[in-house]
């Protein structure tokens, strides 16, 4: 057991997807784990903190890391598993991008937790209590780690090698990669692990969009009719495709739902979103504000549909003027 | 549709009979008039070369409260309407006349932003109206009635906002919409000499009298007017030019809103046709455009 | 705001209209205020969102774009695509908490050189009144969270205790 | 990021920045000296220095120099604007041995020192401009001019006095000239004139002669009552679409005879003569004047009664015996293919309307200068006779100058041209009528060889001239010497007081204005108009006959009020501009194209709809974009759109713009 490569799994701000998806691998992980030992996983296995620190900096082969990074506790073992790891992979969209915590840049951190234990309606809060990061009883202390200001992708918090995209990411590309990294054919540092061109090349809708495309209304999937073969853009939802990277076989269009983005840009573009907004709105119809007003008011929120999974890495990274109250 | 009424001295002594027309006119065609509020002179006077700061502040006054009213603001008079845009046009453009407004507005609390829309009865009835608002309310057209309309001056001089500064016709079309026939003239713009009718009046009455030959000669029954300083100024002294120009046959001047008032069958009360110096009610009967004498109630005089 | 604010305007101007009215306006020695930094596009349709996003996170106080009237692009329709980003684009930005006013898009031709005087002299007062945007010292300061030196603390603590 | 497009690979780079004192120009406002210190301090900086005049030709050796002594391989000037001197400074940069799109040039005279003030806020947006400019020059790579064949015909817009000097100088040097006219024959407003100012020569005399040689010439393709509906492509091949009106005529079997119009069902006109001012009626088949070229009739559809589906018994048509009339023809397309443009539309009279109180339309006897030509001139509607609208001769006139020019309420710039023609018509109505000729005037402004000798001609032949603008022209009378009369009335600024001087007859000297349909015409050429509407020459002084579109040139009053022989000599201008560009025979192509990066490009078909040119096309097979360099013009559109990046715009590369903008920010 000792010869094989340690590998690590870890989750941080995530919805548990991207867990899922390792778990897609069906019979090929167990395959997998004849030639790997898993030192940290854990959803499905036992092992502590402790236990990576007491590793050797370094001794873990690689680390595949999900979701992104908003409390100090992310942030620590982020960090540890840097120190730990030779290789560090970013896994999933939250983890690559900032993913949909990364949303929750638009807003100030105190009105999120006086929603989340206050507002919302399914909250039962009668005391009115707001957690602590410690909390004193009888001599003992618990803590709770402190809740960050703004949502991070995993490489502006620590060093990163390797990208895997999605929302979730889906097993073919994980495995691809796992089999890269046991082989030792590793592409260069920073690479996305999936193909550098967008999800169009192989839609089967695309022979559907005329070279002359103009649209006059953008509509929103869930109050409208959605044709299966016909080019999502020239229906006038607003697909991400064309700005999105393969990688993932086109599910949402299979399940008939237009790309939102998650696998996130070429390598070309340094911001998913501004990049998409340029290419759905070049090719909006109308000549006069009114016009091109009245064709994009089927967006209403940008925000949401161009930086869905990519607001914490986009260039502005996240609302700017909301008076941050930073806590420290 | 409502305004904010700003009458000015005149519409409340030699020109009642605009203010009583106009008034009577608007609530025929639903337009809501409220006089402005403790308003007063509204400074186009002679004290603006003796002291411009406080003549302007005189001025903007009226529109600093008229601008808490937040409506559009109607001067019937010419003199007023001139002087209230030109008032706004320095308070906006000329530093010294903007501070010397602001300091006098603060003394009694009041400020002028800037907002207010000052608007003339010709350009309101021409442009607020819906289509056709004013026609199909026609009653009595003024079929046969030959008007020289008279402009004169401040509507379109120096700041024209509704018409040509030249040659306007805002008149000429609401009365020819009622079915007035227009006269073509060409003494419609021309100074009515209502400036000099204290300090040289035999000046000012000969000015008056090339334009009301010029009506004459253009076969007009009778000339229309938006301005009370014009009415009373063409139709007054009609008598004393007739000793110098005894050719000059006597000719109505009587406002436009009277004529509209007309065509719209008010009565005689709200046409205040009475309050002529001239007669015009004979001619609009020789027209058939109002009923014959006899049927006619007494008026009240003046 | 500290004092003598002088706003970054990062500005993109066409190579036919605005570039040219910029030109005409030195020549006519017409003074306008030093906050503008230009960058010269053949057509402001070469504009991609990108480049203003770019432009704010690298410290621009405002951005403003001229190209040429609609009707007139030398590429024939040029800036009615940029117009089409544009419109998107002001209410990306609004979402994203800047104000609009430092978001700018100008159709000024090769002979309004008093415009672009204007619209330059006009957009500095209003992002003066603004103050600074200051992106990248923000970025700076939303970092001062991160623990980097706390946890490295921590771990010379482990390394030492090994 | 494709090696092949990283300029020298992985050589170093290694820039040399120039800085230009321009004299005092930048030098007075920006410390050069401060900027080139800064500058020197930047990475890859080899060399930084500073010239009194870095465009002289001592400037260029010394980056000649710099580039061989120091290795260079990037080069950077601060001076004035790129589209100045871009192309010095290039062939400097070519001439030191590297390729010219090494070089890059900061704006630091139009955009810096001519319009701050601020010495140290100056200075300090110059060290801005020149690192950004530094930067984004280490993404420069090596790039070719293509050369393009340029076709040997010339299209010619507007057969007036100017495309008729343009076309045959073309024509004269060999070269295939295509002359489009809007009306059924050309001549233009010169065609109207009586006679000439100041030589008093007749008009007709001498332009038919010109007019009947553009009719005969050779390499001359005359197409009247057409217009240009469409031009594509650029410098040096051109193609044009020319719509050609149906004149119900088959040109090619009317000889001119005439017949139909006599035999026409209205024995008199019955339609105004728009060549006489509608100062006479027309038949609805008709020859606009005696001398029109081409000398075909043509059937007006507005006043013919069989065009407008009325019962006719078609006299006209029964009356030619080459049977030449023609009911059914409709309009036709040329399209042709040509290297250069010349337009000369020309200009419109200012309508007199506009000034009402000039009585225009309101007082018979109120007309403008047009009018007055055809009045005087003997194949007129009157033959010549000067007589009221009540066939009365006038016995005292005024002319009014500057109706609508130097007017704030109408136009504000000076027609240039109608002081002489007042001047010129004062002459031939007292000639006519013998009347007392009265000249309101502003300034005369008589600027022209012979033009002032001119002036105090009409002065010794007893003319007025009353300095000062006209209020009004009225009718209504103060004294008995006035009734029945127009009154001018005017301040005579140079006596001082108001006059009123009664007159039988007025003329009116209305300026000229652009075309109602100029920015129509501008727009379909891609070139601009100037703020007044007419189109704007590439520069006022060193190219007055150019466009900011290569290959498109200007000549007559389309581009501003100009006098016949200054017409005719911006006509001969306008054709030696055209001639250069032909003779030259190929035109070099800006690199700064599109091309598309297959390996990244998803065919999403994002860029094809955005292309105006039709540069882009999907190669199926692929299911890739390609850009056809040829037709693609640079504008960078489809590039910012490309969601994959795919597109790379030379010399607008997204990395040099990044890193321009990034530097541009950091504050120096």
């Known amino acids: ?328 | ?302 | 705001m500290p004092e003598n604010f002088e706003p970054k305007i990062l500005a993109f101007f066409c190579n036919w209209c605005t570039y040219t009215a910029a030109d005409l306006a030195g020549v006519s020695r017409m003074k306008y205020e030093p906050t503008t930094r230009v960058v010269r596009v053949m057509c402001s349709g070469r504009v991609d969102p990108q480049f203003v996003l770019d432009a704010f996170a690298h410290g621009a106080d405002g951005v403003l774009i001229g190209g040429c009237h609609p009707g007139d692009c030398h590429y024939v329709e040029g800036n009615y695509k940029l117009l089409r980003r544009f419109r998107m684009l002001r209410r990306l930005v609004a979402s994203l908490g800047i104000e609009p006013e430092r978001l700018r898009m100008e159709w000024i031709s090769a002979s309004e050189g008093e415009r672009l005087q204007k619209v330059v002299n006009e957009m500095t007062a209003q992002i003066k009144l603004l103050g600074p945007l200051e992106l990248p010292e923000r970025f700076r300061e939303w970092d001062t969270e991160l623990h980097e030196e706390t946890f490295d603390k921590e771990r010379e603590v482990v390394a030492s205790g090994q | ?668």
């Not at chain 1, 990061?133 to 009888?138: K, Q, R, Y």
């Not at chain 2, 419609?188 to 000012?204: E, H, L, R, T």
């Not at chain 4, 006959?545 to 306008?574: E, H, N, R």
Request: net charge negative; aromatic share 8%.
């Open chain 2, 1 to 302: 549709m409502k305004y904010s009424y700003f009458p000015g001295c005149s519409l409340k002594a030699t020109g009642r009979a605009y203010e009583e027309s106009f008034l009577s006119l608007c609530k025929a065609l639903d337009m809501e008039m409220e006089e402005l509020e403790n308003w007063n002179c509204c400074g186009a006077t002679s004290f603006m070369s003796v002291e411009m700061g406080a003549a302007y502040a005189l001025t903007i006054r009226n529109l600093a409260i008229a601008e808490k009213a937040g409506l559009d603001m109607v001067a019937p008079c010419g003199g007023c309407y001139g002087i209230l845009l030109k008032a706004d046009h320095y308070y906006k453009k000329y530093p010294t006349v903007h501070e010397s407004a602001v300091k006098s507005l603060k003394t009694e609390g009041l400020e002028y932003k800037g907002t207010v829309r000052v608007r003339h009865p010709l350009d309101v009835l021409a442009s607020d109206l819906p289509p056709r608002a004013l026609r199909s309310k026609v009653k009595k057209p003024l079929k046969g009635l030959k008007v020289a309309c008279y402009y004169g001056c401040r509507f379109v001089r120096p700041i024209a906002p509704f018409d040509d500064m030249h040659n306007p016709e805002t008149m000429d079309l609401l009365l020819k919409t009622v079915g007035a026939r227009i006269v073509d003239y060409t003494m419609k713009g021309k100074c009515c000499g209502g400036a000099m009718s204290g300090a040289m009046p035999n000046v000012a009455q000969e000015m008056t009298y090339l334009i009301l030959r010029a009506a004459e000669r253009a076969e007009a029954d009778v000339v229309a007017t938006a301005c009370p300083l014009c009415q009373f100024n063409l139709e007054a002294y009609q008598d004393e030019i007739r000793a110098a120009h005894p050719d000059l046959k006597p000719i109505p001047v009587v406002y436009f809103t009277q004529l509209l008032g007309v065509a719209l069958g008010l009565d005689a009360t709200a046409t205040a046709l009475n309050r002529q110096i001239v007669p015009v009610e004979p001619i609009l009967r020789e027209k058939g455009i109002l009923a014959d004498e006899k049927k006619q109630p007494a008026t009240a005089g003046v």
């Open chain 4, 1 to 668: 990021m494709d090696d092949k497009t990283i300029g020298n690979g992985s050589e170093e780079v290694r820039i040399g920045f120039f800085i230009c004192h321009c004299g005092s120009n930048i030098a007075g406002t920006i410390d050069v000296e401060a900027v080139a210190d800064y500058v020197r301090t930047l990475p890859n900086v080899v060399v930084s220095s500073d010239y009194k005049y870095t465009c002289s030709v001592a400037g260029q050796d010394m980056i000649v120099e710099d580039i061989l002594k120091y290795k260079l391989n990037r080069v950077v000037v601060a001076a004035c604007s790129p589209l100045l001197h871009e192309k010095t400074f290039r062939a400097a940069t070519q001439r030191g041995g590297i390729n010219p799109f090494f070089f890059h040039m900061v704006n630091i005279r139009e955009h810096g020192s001519w319009v701050h003030q601020d010495r140290a806020l100056a200075t300090q947006k110059a060290m801005d401009m020149a690192r950004g400019a530094i930067a984004r020059v280490k993404f420069h790579k090596a790039l070719e001019k293509r050369r393009e064949p340029v076709r040997q015909s010339v299209l010619v817009v507007g057969g007036g006095i100017a495309g008729i000097h343009a076309a045959l100088t073309m024509a004269n040097a060999g070269k295939k000239v295509y002359l489009v006219e809007r009306e059924p024959t050309i001549g233009g407003h010169m065609a109207m004139f009586d006679k000439t100012f100041p030589t008093l020569d007749c008009a007709a005399c001498i332009l038919t002669p010109k007019m009947s040689e553009v009719g005969s010439h050779p390499n001359i393709v005359l197409w009247s009552y057409s217009e240009v509906t469409e031009i594509k492509g650029y410098v040096g091949n051109y193609d044009v679409t020319v719509k050609r009106k149906p004149r119900y005529i088959k040109e090619d079997l009317c000889v001119g005879c005439l017949d139909c119009i006599d035999h026409c069902v209205f024995k008199t006109g019955n339609t105004d003569d728009e060549f006489n001012q509608n100062l006479s009626k027309r038949k609805p088949v008709y020859i606009p004047f005696a001398q029109a070229v081409p000398r075909l009739v043509a059937i007006d559809p507005a006043a013919c009664t069989h065009l407008n589906g009325g019962k006719c018994e078609q006299s006209c048509a029964t009356a030619c015996d080459r049977q030449a009339i023609d009911f059914e023809q409709k309009e036709t397309f040329e399209h042709i293919g040509v290297g250069a443009v010349i337009v000369a539309t020309g200009f419109k009279p200012f309508d007199a309307h506009r000034k009402p109180l000039y009585g225009y339309g309101r007082f018979p006897d109120v007309y403008t200068a047009l009018e007055v030509e055809r009045l005087v001139c003997s194949s007129g509607p009157t033959g010549g006779d000067v007589v009221l609208k009540d066939g009365s001769k006038p016995k005292s006139v005024g002319i009014i100058h500057c109706v609508g020019s130097r007017d704030h309420q109408t136009n504000r710039w000076c027609s240039r041209v109608c002081c002489m023609y007042s001047l010129k018509l004062a002459h031939l109505l007292k000639e006519h009528t013998d009347a007392e000729i009265y000249n309101f005037y502003i300034d005369i402004r008589t600027p022209g060889k012979g033009y002032e000798e001119f002036y105090e001609r009409l002065q010794e032949e007893g003319n007025h001239f009353i300095r000062g603008r006209v209020g009004d022209i009225t009718d209504v009378p103060i004294i008995p010497e006035e009734e029945g009369r127009m009154i001018v009335r005017v301040e005579d600024s140079l006596a001082g007081f108001v006059r009123r001087i009664p007159v039988d007859m007025v003329v009116l000297a209305t300026g000229l204005e652009p075309r109602e349909d100029a920015s129509e015409i501008r727009r379909r050429f891609n070139i601009s108009c100037s703020s007044e509407g007419f189109f704007l020459e590439r520069h006022p002084k060193l190219a007055p006959v150019s466009t900011t579109t290569d290959g498109v040139f200007l000549a007559g009053c389309c581009q501003g009020p100009k006098d016949i022989p200054d017409t005719v000599a911006q006509a001969g201008a306008a054709a030696a501009e055209s001639l250069v560009l032909l003779d030259v025979g190929y035109v070099e192509m800006e690199p700064m194209t599109a091309f598309v990066t297959e390996k990244y490009c998803s065919g999403c078909k994002t860029c094809l709809p955005l292309c105006p040119f039709s540069a882009i096309s999907r190669d199926e097979e692929k299911g890739v974009a390609v850009i056809n360099p040829v037709l693609c013009k640079g504008c960078g559109t489809c590039v910012a759109a490309c969601p994959s990046g795919a597109i790379t715009q030379n010399l607008f590369e997204d990395r040099q713009i990044f890193a321009e903008i990034e530097e541009l920010l950091v504050h120096a």
């Open chain 1, 1 to 328: 057991m000792g010869n094989k490569p340690k590998i690590a799994f870890y989750w941080c701000s995530s919805c548990g997807g991207c867990e899922e998806s390792l778990v897609d691998m069906a019979e090929a992980i167990v395959e997998l784990s004849t030639q790997i030992e898993i030192v940290l996983w854990p959803v499905a296995a036992d092992f502590k903190k402790k236990d990576i620190e007491a590793m050797a900096d370094g001794e873990i082969v690689a680390t595949m890391l999900n979701g992104a990074i908003r409390t100090s506790e992310q942030e620590e073992m982020a960090r540890l598993l840097r120190r730990k790891s030779q290789i560090l992979i970013a896994y999933g969209s939250c983890a690559y991008t900032g993913g949909i915590p990364g949303l929750s840049n638009q807003f100030p951190r105190e009105q999120l937790l006086k929603y989340v234990y206050h507002d919302a309606p399914s909250v039962v809060n009668p005391e009115g209590q707001d957690p602590q990061t410690e909390f004193h009883d009888a001599g003992r202390v618990a803590t709770l780690p402190i809740f960050s200001e703004v949502v991070r992708s995993l490489d502006q918090v620590v060093d990163v090698d390797y990208y895997i995209p999605g929302c979730a990411p889906n097993p073919e590309l994980v495995l691809d990669a796992i089999h890269a990294l046991l082989s030792g054919n590793l592409p260069s540092k920073g690479t996305v692990l999936a193909p550098d061109i967008a999800l169009c090349e192989h839609c089967p809708r695309l022979k559907t969009k005329p070279a002359d495309i103009a649209i006059d209304e953008f509509k929103r999937p869930h109050q409208h009719l959605i044709d299966p073969n016909v080019c999502m853009l020239v229906q006038g939802f607003a697909c991400l495709g064309p700005a999105t990277r393969s990688g993932c076989g086109g599910a949402c269009l299979k399940a008939n739902m237009p790309c939102t983005g998650c696998f996130g840009p070429m390598s070309n573009v340094r911001d998913q979103g501004a990049k998409a907004l340029c290419a759905l709105a070049s090719i909006v119809a109308g000549t006069t504000n009114e016009e091109i007003d009245s064709a994009l008011d089927g967006i209403p929120d940008p925000v949401g549909t161009f930086y869905r999974y990519g607001l914490a890495k986009s260039m502005l990274r996240r609302k700017v003027n909301m008076e941050p109250t930073l806590s420290k």
